[in-house]
Each structure stands twice: as structure tokens, then as C-alpha cells.
């Protein structure tokens, strides 16, 4: 979600897509409010006054100029925050506009919703603001990068979450959750047998059926980082887990052994709906609605 490397002297190529990138993101949330004000103007009906004289006509009009519009909409704080925090950095999310674009096309389809963030970073008010009127969630490593996050962003849902895998240990994991039958049965990730779900999330995680989750975190790119395994897996077990209904479930970093792997064995190449750049969506069903429904393998 966040680089971990020093800062380094941009280059121009770098400067040019930082800038771009920036650019289009202010005129995306300009859009967005737009949109969101006209919507509220146009639902709106204004009687026609008729003048009955000029005495009237000079008193409605000073009355019109002195009152403010009851059909005006402020900005809501996510995307005036957005807004700011964008305008005034020179960082930028990680994803592309290519690949944000895969997510955020979902959410202006399912938006308000219930959206799970793997990982806090530069990319956070973005989500939050795309979500707008919805709840967004991030689970986050690094304490004290919450802490610092909160500080500066109070508004923002997170919460601390440990690891206990390692990257050095993703191979023998891949081969436990394909060939255990406890990893292929359908559950409550607190309750399952299988050595891939995560147990430690706040409580009430597990109790919110997620509409998109992104997986982004946590670290992964060396041998003794946490990986994403558990992360991944338990976004399967939590989106087949629900009662009714369909989850989006998108995984980044894709370009890595262990995001390609674990997310073909476990989201499954037959819910892959899309790949853009180092991003994949996978669109997966609850497996409990309906008996046909819950009959069906793990996999399609």
C-alpha cells in the first residue's frame, strides 16, 4: 500500500506521472462533487411566483439574495479531504489510473457499500472518498503507521492486525490450503480448521458481509515479510461465508509468486472477472444461498 524505500531525487519521467497522476485524481473527486450536487439540484422542485407589484417583487428578490439555497450541498468531508491531501502532495497512490479505474467502476456501481482494505497508505482517502456514505476499513501492520495516519487523517476506520506467516514459508502453505480438506470447507474464518485463515482480525470483521474487499497488504516483497496468504485466503473464506449476495474481491501485486498463486488457488481463476496491469478483480459468490449454491466446489 505504501512504499518502504528512502526517498530518492525524482526523475522527469517520475515528476511527469506523479504529476499526472495527481491531476487526475483532483479532477476525478471535482467530478464526483459535481455530480453530487446537481444530482441534489435537480431533485429538487421550485415553485413559480408570480409578481404581484414592484414593491413585492424588489422584497422577494432581496429575501431570494439574503437566504441561503435550500437545495446547495456541501462537500462531503471524505471527499474534501480527498481533495486537500492530493492537491497538496507530491505522493501518490501506488495503483495505476488503469487499475484504480477496475475498482472504482465496482464502486460507483455498489457504492454506498461495505468496503475491506488490506493495508493503509497514500491510496486511503482516496477509497474513502469513492465509497462516500458507505463504510471503508483498513487493516493495517504497521502500529505506528496508524497512529501517524490517524493524526493526520482522524476520520479513517483502521485497525491494527498481525502476522504470524512468512514469505519463506508460502510454498508449503499453497500446498496445505490445496490439499487439506479443512481449507475447502466453507466457514466462519474464527471457526475454520485450516492453518490459512486469519483468527485474529477485531471481532467485528467477521461479522459484516464485505461487498468489495482489496487486498494490498500486508508486506510481501522479501523472504521474512508476513505475506498476503492469509489475506488472501480469508477474503475467499469471508466472501463464500455470507449469506447472500457477491463479493469483489481484488488483489494487487499480482507481478509476485505469492499474489498469483494464492490468488488463483484460493479466489479462482473461474471468478477472475478481470486483469489490469498488476491488478486482478475476482467477483465470487456466497456459497450458503441456496442449496444448489452451497453445494458447489470451492472452486468453479
Known amino acids: 500500500m505504501r512504499s518502504n524505500a528512502k526517498p530518492q531525487s525524482p526523475s522527469p519521467s517520475l515528476f511527469n506521472f506523479n504529476f499526472n497522476t495527481k491531476l487526475i485524481l483532483i479532477c476525478a473527486f471535482f467530478l464526483l462533487f459535481l455530480l453530487l450536487v446537481f444530482s441534489t439540484t435537480s431533485s429538487s422542485t421550485f415553485p413559480t411566483q408570480q409578481p404581484s407589484s414592484t414593491s413585492s417583487s424588489i422584497s422577494e428578490s432581496h429575501v431570494s439574495s439574503s437566504t441561503p439555497c435550500p437545495s446547495c450541498t456541501k462537500i462531503p468531508p471524505s471527499l474534501a479531504n480527498a481533495l486537500i491531501h492530493y492537491a497538496t502532495t507530491n505522493t501518490t497512490p501506488q495503483q495505476t489510473f488503469k487499475e484504480i479505474s477496475v475498482s472504482a467502476r465496482v464502486l460507483e456501481k455498489k457504492a454506498p457499500c461495505n468496503f475491506l482494505v488490506f493495508g493503509l497508505g497514500h491510496d486511503s ?42 514469505v519463506h514459508r508460502s510454498d508449503a ?6 490439499n487439506e480438506e479443512s481449507c ?23 461479522d459484516v458481509e464485505w461487498d468489495l474487499i482489496m487486498v494490498d497488504a500486508p508486506t510481501g516483497f522479501h523472504d521474512e515479510a ?14 463464500r461465508n455470507r449469506e447472500e449476495g457477491e463479493t469483489d ?52
Open 125 to 166: 482517502l482516496m477509497w474513502e472518498a469513492l465509497n462516500h456514505g458507505g463504510r471503508t476499513v483498513f487493516l493495517e501492520e504497521d502500529k505506528a503507521w496508524i497512529e501517524q495516519m490517524k493524526h493526520k487523517f482522524p476520520g479513517l476506520e483502521s485497525y491494527h492486525v498481525e502476522y504470524s506467516t512468512k
Open 173 to 178: 502453505l499453497l500446498e496445505t490450503g490445496l
Open 184 to 206: 475447502k470447507v466453507v466457514s466462519d474464518p474464527r471457526v475454520s480448521e485450516c492453518e490459512l485463515a486469519h483468527k485474529g482480525f477485531p471481532g467485528e470483521i467477521y
Open 226 to 239: 508476513p505475506g498476503r496468504m492469509n489475506a488472501i485466503y480469508t477474503a475467499g473464506l469471508m466472501a
Open 249 to 300: 474481491v481484488f488483489v494487487h501485486d499480482v507481478n509476485r509468486a505469492v499474489e498469483d498463486k494464492f490468488s488463483k488457488a484460493f479466489l479462482c481463476e473461474g471468478y477472475l472477472r478481470e486483469q489490469q496491469g498488476l491488478l486482478r478483480h475476482f467477483t465470487i459468490p456466497s456459497h450458503r444461498a441456496g442449496s444448489a449454491t452451497a453445494r458447489q466446489p470451492f472452486c468453479p
